[in-house]
């Protein structure tokens, strides 16, 4: 079946500091990947996604490469900010027999600190 | 503006007392989902929806039903709730059923059951 798995949190990194949250996955079929952030009282938005292995996703300085050989989608950050601190979800999209189902990681929450 | 509107926020309820969590969107999306995201689990997938009438399970469809009347609405019903379904629950919307769409999130329900 398909699952995601991503890193335990909490994560506190200091500003500036470098931020790898590591995500991998099991899928049956070929997964499209994506990356979600979430606020506090807030719903998830889109932060960065890719289709096919290879592909690089970035936004707002975050970057994350599809690995097929590793079944990885880790994101990266060089330099975080106070305004990063969120909660930051690993996703993938797999076709089903009717449509498409979404699997999401447990999130992993994020602190920086000035 | 383009958004998924869920409502209520927030409901303080009963066990066995019917409700519904209505869900729309103004995207013209076909796809349409629903989520519970609780500590430690992330966010699962109870129902989705491909299109107007066609509906299929998430992984966790147990004690709710959905309908797709029409294409902007998703409601979600809780036809006896039990306190195990207290949670925070997502309505999610995306262009078409290509595994490489991006959902959109509404704000999110948190109903406690008590």
Same mark, same amino acid.
């Given at each position: 079946?398909?699952?995601?798995?991503?890193?335990?949190?909490?994560?506190t990194l200091s500003e500036e500091a470098f931020l790898t949250i590591n995500c991998t996955y099991t899928a049956t079929g070929y997964p499209s990947?994506?990356?979600?952030?979430?606020?506090?009282?807030?719903?998830?938005?889109?932060?960065?996604? &890719?289709?096919? &292995?290879?592909?690089?996703?970035s936004n707002k300085g975050f970057e994350a490469t599809y690995r097929k050989e590793t079944t990885s989608f880790h994101l990266e950050k060089g330099s975080v900010q106070v305004s990063d601190s969120a909660?930051?979800?690993? &996703?993938?999209?797999?076709?089903?027999?009717?449509?498409?189902?979404?699997?999401?990681?447990?999130?992993?929450?994020?602190?920086?600190?000035p | 503006?383009?958004?998924?509107?869920?409502?209520?926020?927030?409901?303080?309820?009963?066990?066995?007392?019917?409700?519904?969590?209505?869900? @729309?969107?103004?995207?013209?999306?076909?796809?349409? /989902?629903?989520?519970?995201?609780?500590?430690?689990?992330g966010l699962r997938q109870i129902y989705y929806s491909m299109n107007v009438e066609v509906t299929d399970k998430g992984d966790v469809p147990e004690g709710y039903k959905v309908s797709r009347k029409e294409k902007r609405n998703f409601p979600l019903?809780?036809? /006896?709730p039990s306190p195990n379904q207290t949670s925070l629950y997502f309505c999610a /919307? @995306?262009? @078409?059923?290509?595994?490489?769409?991006?959902?959109?999130?509404?704000?999110?329900?948190?109903? /406690?059951?008590?």
């Open positions: 079946g398909n699952s995601v798995t991503q890193m335990e949190g909490p994560v990947l994506f990356w979600y952030v979430q606020y506090p009282g807030e719903g998830l938005q889109l932060l960065l996604k &890719a289709t096919k &292995a290879d592909d690089k996703g909660v930051y979800f690993c &996703a993938l999209s797999d076709r089903s027999r009717t449509g498409n189902q979404f699997y999401f990681g447990t999130g992993t929450s994020l602190t920086v600190i | 503006e383009a958004q998924v509107t869920q409502n209520p926020r927030y409901l303080i309820t009963v066990t066995g007392k019917k409700l519904t969590v209505t869900c @729309s969107q103004n995207m013209n999306h076909e796809y349409m /989902s629903w989520y519970r995201q609780d500590p430690g689990l019903i809780l036809e /006896s /919307s @995306s262009l @078409s059923m290509r595994e490489n769409q991006p959902q959109h999130f509404g704000d999110g329900t948190r109903l /406690s059951i008590l």
